[in-house]
């Protein structure tokens, strides 16, 4: 009865293995069918890292998620790599089709004696099995799956293309994918370059990337490449020798110290500040329809990597100068405080009872008490929460580290720096902070909203100058003055230094930094006309940006806005760019995989240009001369000129060799309170804008810090390095500009009795129409009655005791100077 049972048991189990052999046969072959007819495989695009390059084609750095591959040939690879491969995954692997019943048969023989001999799928069986199935399934179902791929594979793709495919697309450690990423990452050089002991090294990669490993485990990768050597040597791919002399030589000469990291955070970065910028420059281009992590694109820039490096040279020691200085003036002050101050709250308290001024010492040790928490023992809290599992103090050490984070921002000078082509607005350097990391990645030189200051003044000087009715030798009275906002509410401001120079000419003014004769030309154009005029320079078009960004007040002129650096660097641009618009920009173009040009950047902007039509000429070609000579004098005697070495950094040599003064303008900044310190400035070719400050307001730099004694010197220096090397070029001279002599003190004509003059621009039809009424001729050489005629400084004019009344109108100012026929005979000295 058993028996019988057990025969149709078989029977039927014979018919349902014949049935679903004839099913799965059946279909086997429709998709045989369709695939022959469709070619339906899977593309063979691997996930590949975007390459970010500067102008001159150098890799900058690589984008990329988990995976980090670069695809290289069979042809370019050495001949002992491949044979390493092959003794050690496949030896048969040019004679089977796909599968081998030996090595399924060891494999199987493995699994049921729990020995190691080898796994039984070939190397077509593994590509099939990464492209088409999920090899961490160890079930049946995934080896059919993978068996019956690899024979498509074979019908579908020569040997060496297989190959070529493996040894790209295998995993072959901590993110890497590929033999050429694998080599470079374990190595430092190209697989074309392997050694026959690095390739052994690398062929066990394929087996367990991670286990391996020779950085984390070199005593096990060791054993392991042995085995593959001795299999080399059996098999008659090398000999003896050749394998004890490499695997000597590469063991002789390994770092043990090394760390392994993930490939990600272990990619080279040579500016990642500019990196970074550009990253996020790509997710507004590609709208979220590419994927630069995985699509392998190439992104030329417009970066220089050598004024990048010589950037951030400069920064890190600016900014370890102003923390420096910071930490000096507040610890300073602070002791200062606790020694004087604090006793005599004290003892006020005491004396007369007043509980505010209540200052004691458990106070103080409270407040000490509290920093020490938040710098010394919070990161410990924190540790201790994850260690212990202990979720209640989580909250603590967050509390302690938004704490710290606010501390820092409000005590931590920062730095930023952008760098522009004046010509074609491409940003050559970007520094956006102190350091690029995790915690630090605010680009301050394009996202910061900070305070110019002073620099922010010849963006409305330019109106003024389109004014007519200012001029650089316009004379202005620097004193006390008051003004009143349109509510009627009074403003007194004060200068830098809380001192007035009394008169001065209005290039003096700009260059020196003065705030009262700044004011006074704001009041004297109106605020529409240097609202519309700053607004045109720093590309501010939107109309509520624009109400937001530049109040309707005094303290306006003097920077008390919200700009970045890289607003004010292409304001500055435009007064180089004889006026024309300059748009800022860091891609170049965008290539895919197979090199063709998928974005083209660089053309969009110069057809941005085309669209403008006249609206290009942000300012006139006269006026952005003009501001170009007005930011001169800053250079030659205000604010700037330590910066530029007094003239000396601005010595550069030609692309001949020869020694010359590049021309260069600029202007300093420091904001009220000493918060913010900066320098922009420019010469033909580039325009640097440097900032530093707090990322949160409320401190003050000290005193002893300006633009124009930390920004300053680190611009001469770039500026130096920069224009090196370059052909001989100025700022281009429209027509429309007129020169003249005038006199320093009056800023009138200067006549012959002045001391020596200066001369300046104008727009035509500016110079102005009289001769200086304030310096009068010396007794020596004039007529006998003339020999009583003296200047009063005090006075400022001319008092003449002996004039006889016909010769009075001398006395009535400009009109006595401008035509000699008026004048007897023997009075030309008082004339040029």
């Given at each position: 009865m058993r028996a019988s049972a057990f025969i149709r048991l078989a029977a039927v189990s014979t018919v349902a293995l014949a049935a679903f052999i004839g099913i799965g046969l059946g279909l086997s072959i429709a998709i045989t069918e369709n695939i022959e007819n469709e070619e339906n495989y899977k593309p063979l695009n691997p996930a590949l890292p975007t390459k970010i390059l500067d102008a001159s084609g150098e890799v900058v750095t690589e984008f990329s998620a988990d995976e980090k591959r670069e695809l290289i040939t069979l042809g370019e690879l050495p001949r002992h790599l491949i044979l390493a491969v092959l003794a050690r995954e496949d030896p048969d692997f040019y004679n089977h089709r796909g599968f081998s019943f030996r090595a399924i048969t060891r494999a199987f023989v493995g699994v049921i004696t729990g020995q190691n001999l080898g796994g039984g799928s070939t190397i077509t069986q593994q590509v099939a099995g990464t492209l088409y199935a999920d090899r961490r399934e160890k079930k049946i179902s995934r080896k059919l799956k993978e068996l019956w791929w690899a024979l498509q594979m074979e019908r579908r793709y020569t040997k060496n293309e297989i190959l070529e495919i493996y040894l790209n697309?295998?995993?072959?450690?901590?993110?890497?994918?590929?033999?050429e990423a694998a080599s470079k990452y374990f190595f430092g050089h190209s697989a074309r370059d392997l050694t026959l002991a690095e390739a052994a090294?690398?062929?066990?990669?394929?087996?367990?990337?991670?286990?391996?490993?020779?950085?984390?485990?070199?005593?096990?990768?060791?054993?392991?490449?042995?085995?593959?050597?001795?299999k080399m040597v059996e098999l008659g791919y090398a000999t003896r020798d050749e394998v004890s002399h490499s695997f000597d030589e590469y063991w002789a000469s390994f770092d043990y110290t090394r760390i392994g990291i993930s490939s990600y955070f272990a990619r080279e970065d040579k500016a990642p500040w500019f990196s970074e910028y550009v990253r996020r420059e790509l997710d507004k281009l590609m709208y979220g329809e590419m994927d630069y992590y995985r699509d392998g694109y190439t992104v030329n820039t417009t970066l220089d990597l050598r004024f990048q490096e010589l950037a951030e040279t400069e920064m890190a020691g600016g900014i370890a100068t102003a923390n420096a200085k910071y930490r000096a003036n507040t610890g300073y002050s602070t002791a200062r405080s606790e020694r004087v101050y604090v006793p005599l709250a004290n003892m006020l308290t005491l004396v007369f009872n007043l509980e505010d001024l209540y200052a004691t010492a458990e106070h103080q040790d409270e407040t000490k008490a509290v920093n020490k928490y938040s710098k010394q023992l919070n990161p410990t809290v924190d540790m201790m929460s994850l260690l212990f599992d202990i979720p209640g103090i989580k909250p603590a050490a967050a509390a302690g580290y938004q704490k710290f984070k606010s501390v820092i921002e409000e005590s931590v000078v920062e730095g930023a720096l952008v760098v522009l082509e004046n010509e074609t607005g491409q940003i050559k350097a970007i520094v956006g902070g102190s350091q690029y990391n995790e915690t630090n990645q605010l680009i301050r030189a394009?996202?910061?909203?900070?305070?110019?200051?002073?620099?922010?003044?010849?963006?409305?000087?330019?109106?003024?100058?389109?004014?007519?009715?200012?001029?650089?030798?316009?004379?202005?009275?620097?004193?006390?003055?008051?003004?009143?906002?349109?509510?009627?509410?009074?403003?007194?401001?004060?200068?830098?230094?809380?001192?007035?120079?009394?008169?001065?000419?209005?290039?003096?003014?700009?260059?020196?930094?003065?705030?009262?004769p700044a004011l006074k030309i704001l009041d004297g154009i109106g605020f529409d006309a240097a609202i519309d005029r700053a607004a045109a320079l720093l590309g501010v078009t939107d109309p509520e940006e624009k109400s937001r960004t530049f109040p309707r007040v005094y303290p306006m002129g003097l920077g008390i806005i919200a700009v970045s650096p890289l607003s004010m660097a292409r304001a500055f641009a435009i007064f180089a760019n004889q006026?024309?618009?300059?748009?800022?920009?860091?891609?170049?173009?965008?290539?895919?995989?197979?090199?063709k040009i998928v974005i083209d950047n660089e053309r969009e902007v110069r057809a941005g240009y085309e669209k403008m039509g006249k609206a290009v000429q942000v300012i006139s070609p006269q006026n952005a001369y003009m501001m170009t000579r007005l930011c001169a004098k800053v250079i030659e005697m205000g604010t700037l000129a330590s910066g530029a070495g007094y003239g000396a950094k601005l010595n550069v040599k030609d692309d001949k060799g020869a020694t010359y003064r590049i021309p260069a303008g600029g202007k300093t900044g420091t904001t009220q309170n000493w918060s913010d310190a900066w320098a922009v400035g420019f010469t033909p070719y580039y325009t640097i804008a440097i900032w530093f400050g707090f990322d949160k307001g409320g401190n003050s730099l000290g005193m002893n810090v300006s633009g124009a004694?930390?920004?300053?010197?680190?611009?001469?220096?770039?500026?130096?390095?920069?224009?090196?090397?370059l052909p001989r070029k100025d700022f281009p001279r429209p027509p429309g500009i007129v020169d003249a002599t005038v006199c320093r003190s009056s800023g009138l004509l200067r006549n012959n009795a002045c001391p020596p003059g200066i001369t300046l621009s104008f727009l035509a039809?500016?110079?102005?129409?009289?001769?200086?009424?304030?310096?009068?001729?010396?007794?020596?050489?004039?007529?006998?009655?003339?020999?009583?005629?003296?200047?009063?400084?005090?006075?400022?004019?001319?008092?003449?005791?002996?004039?006889?009344?016909?010769?009075?109108?001398?006395?009535?100012?400009?009109?006595?100077y401008t035509g000699l026929d008026a004048l007897p005979p023997g009075f030309d000295p008082l004339l040029d």
């Amino acid at each position: 009865m058993r028996a019988s049972a057990f025969i149709r048991l078989a029977a039927v189990s014979t018919v349902a293995l014949a049935a679903f052999i004839g099913i799965g046969l059946g279909l086997s072959i429709a998709i045989t069918e369709n695939i022959e007819n469709e070619e339906n495989y899977k593309p063979l695009n691997p996930a590949l890292p975007t390459k970010i390059l500067d102008a001159s084609g150098e890799v900058v750095t690589e984008f990329s998620a988990d995976e980090k591959r670069e695809l290289i040939t069979l042809g370019e690879l050495p001949r002992h790599l491949i044979l390493a491969v092959l003794a050690r995954e496949d030896p048969d692997f040019y004679n089977h089709r796909g599968f081998s019943f030996r090595a399924i048969t060891r494999a199987f023989v493995g699994v049921i004696t729990g020995q190691n001999l080898g796994g039984g799928s070939t190397i077509t069986q593994q590509v099939a099995g990464t492209l088409y199935a999920d090899r961490r399934e160890k079930k049946i179902s995934r080896k059919l799956k993978e068996l019956w791929w690899a024979l498509q594979m074979e019908r579908r793709y020569t040997k060496n293309e297989i190959l070529e495919i493996y040894l790209n697309y295998m995993i072959m450690g901590p993110g890497l994918y590929g033999v050429e990423a694998a080599s470079k990452y374990f190595f430092g050089h190209s697989a074309r370059d392997l050694t026959l002991a690095e390739a052994a090294v690398l062929v066990v990669q394929l087996s367990s990337p991670t286990r391996y490993n020779p950085i984390q485990n070199p005593n096990e990768a060791m054993d392991r490449q042995k085995t593959v050597l001795d299999k080399m040597v059996e098999l008659g791919y090398a000999t003896r020798d050749e394998v004890s002399h490499s695997f000597d030589e590469y063991w002789a000469s390994f770092d043990y110290t090394r760390i392994g990291i993930s490939s990600y955070f272990a990619r080279e970065d040579k500016a990642p500040w500019f990196s970074e910028y550009v990253r996020r420059e790509l997710d507004k281009l590609m709208y979220g329809e590419m994927d630069y992590y995985r699509d392998g694109y190439t992104v030329n820039t417009t970066l220089d990597l050598r004024f990048q490096e010589l950037a951030e040279t400069e920064m890190a020691g600016g900014i370890a100068t102003a923390n420096a200085k910071y930490r000096a003036n507040t610890g300073y002050s602070t002791a200062r405080s606790e020694r004087v101050y604090v006793p005599l709250a004290n003892m006020l308290t005491l004396v007369f009872n007043l509980e505010d001024l209540y200052a004691t010492a458990e106070h103080q040790d409270e407040t000490k008490a509290v920093n020490k928490y938040s710098k010394q023992l919070n990161p410990t809290v924190d540790m201790m929460s994850l260690l212990f599992d202990i979720p209640g103090i989580k909250p603590a050490a967050a509390a302690g580290y938004q704490k710290f984070k606010s501390v820092i921002e409000e005590s931590v000078v920062e730095g930023a720096l952008v760098v522009l082509e004046n010509e074609t607005g491409q940003i050559k350097a970007i520094v956006g902070g102190s350091q690029y990391n995790e915690t630090n990645q605010l680009i301050r030189a394009t996202q910061a909203k900070v305070m110019p200051g002073s620099a922010f003044k010849p963006l409305y000087y330019s109106a003024a100058i389109d004014s007519r009715d200012w001029t650089m030798s316009t004379l202005i009275y620097d004193a006390p003055v008051m003004f009143h906002a349109a509510t009627g509410e009074p403003y007194v401001p004060n200068n830098y230094q809380g001192t007035w120079r009394g008169p001065v000419l209005l290039y003096e003014a700009l260059g020196l930094s003065l705030n009262i004769p700044a004011l006074k030309i704001l009041d004297g154009i109106g605020f529409d006309a240097a609202i519309d005029r700053a607004a045109a320079l720093l590309g501010v078009t939107d109309p509520e940006e624009k109400s937001r960004t530049f109040p309707r007040v005094y303290p306006m002129g003097l920077g008390i806005i919200a700009v970045s650096p890289l607003s004010m660097a292409r304001a500055f641009a435009i007064f180089a760019n004889q006026g024309r618009a300059v748009t800022p920009f860091a891609i170049k173009t965008v290539e895919n995989r197979e090199g063709k040009i998928v974005i083209d950047n660089e053309r969009e902007v110069r057809a941005g240009y085309e669209k403008m039509g006249k609206a290009v000429q942000v300012i006139s070609p006269q006026n952005a001369y003009m501001m170009t000579r007005l930011c001169a004098k800053v250079i030659e005697m205000g604010t700037l000129a330590s910066g530029a070495g007094y003239g000396a950094k601005l010595n550069v040599k030609d692309d001949k060799g020869a020694t010359y003064r590049i021309p260069a303008g600029g202007k300093t900044g420091t904001t009220q309170n000493w918060s913010d310190a900066w320098a922009v400035g420019f010469t033909p070719y580039y325009t640097i804008a440097i900032w530093f400050g707090f990322d949160k307001g409320g401190n003050s730099l000290g005193m002893n810090v300006s633009g124009a004694s930390l920004a300053g010197p680190i611009w001469g220096n770039l500026m130096q390095a920069y224009n090196q090397g370059l052909p001989r070029k100025d700022f281009p001279r429209p027509p429309g500009i007129v020169d003249a002599t005038v006199c320093r003190s009056s800023g009138l004509l200067r006549n012959n009795a002045c001391p020596p003059g200066i001369t300046l621009s104008f727009l035509a039809g500016t110079v102005p129409e009289g001769y200086c009424d304030q310096h009068g001729v010396t007794a020596e050489g004039l007529p006998e009655g003339l020999r009583g005629l003296r200047y009063s400084q005090d006075a400022m004019q001319y008092q003449m005791p002996t004039l006889p009344p016909e010769l009075d109108y001398l006395l009535q100012g400009d009109d006595a100077y401008t035509g000699l026929d008026a004048l007897p005979p023997g009075f030309d000295p008082l004339l040029d």
